[in-house]
Nanobody, 119 residues
């Protein structure tokens, strides 16, 4: 069982940066794949980035590639999303999620943190 709590959202101007944090609890955090998703008003939730259990394998959506970086700190049980050069279209609620490496679906979700980018 993994519990996830996001923080770090807020209001930022276009071109600015934010770092989202996700605090995880649970003994099995180290072996879980972790991801960030987002959902804008009136749109479906979409994948943003993920990181494997080894902390090396990362994947990002084309829309955020070269701007967003996902990372994890095993000792602190934290997952981060560094977001640079933010655009108004990045405005959304961002969710941290975790999944067992043997499963294809993300089983654990945080409550979300709002990111608003003004033009």
């Amino acid at each position: 069982q993994v519990q996830l709590v996001e923080s770090g959202g807020g209001l930022v101007q276009a071109g600015g940066s934010l770092r989202l944090s996700c605090a995880a609890s649970g003994r099995t955090f180290g072996r879980y794949f972790m991801g960030w998703f987002r959902q804008a008003p009136g749109k479906e939730r979409e994948f943003v980035a993920s990181i494997g259990w080894n902390g090396v394998s990362t994947y990002s959506a084309d829309s955020v590639k070269d701007r967003f970086t996902i990372s994890r700190d095993y000792a602190k049980k934290m997952v981060y999303l560094q977001m640079n050069n933010l655009k108004p279209e990045d405005t959304a609620v961002y969710y941290c999620a975790g999944r067992d490496p043997l499963r294809s679906d993300y089983d654990y979700w945080g409550q979300g943190t709002q990111v608003t980018v003004s033009s």
